[in-house]
């Protein structure tokens, strides 16, 4: 069984789902921090944990918090936007000149 390093019962993972489920459903740590270009630290130091916290996250032996979970879901917002501005491919208008 996975640890949750601050248990709370209303923690996103405690919907009825099955662990598996649940593992499907949400977005790996790991995959995140990659999108984002960050290393373990810099994503430590941005969501306020410790490189450790970040690495057990990534290896399956913890899950984030809540108020991590939200810091996470943040960042990912910021990679997706990231995303499409990379993806924005602006169509080119002449006057005719």
Do not use: C
């Amino acid at each position: 069984m996975i640890k949750n390093e601050h248990a709370h019962t209303n923690a996103p993972w405690a919907n009825g789902n099955s662990e598996a489920q649940q593992r499907r459903d949400t977005p790996s740590v790991l995959e995140l921090r990659k999108r984002l270009g960050m290393t373990q630290e810099q994503l430590a130091r941005e969501l306020g944990v410790t490189v450790g916290t970040v690495n057990r996250w990534e290896n399956g032996r913890f899950r984030p918090s809540p108020l991590a979970l939200r810091g996470l879901e943040r960042l990912a917002e910021r990679a997706s936007q990231v995303e499409r501005l990379d993806s924005y491919n602006p169509v080119a208008f002449s006057n005719g000149r």
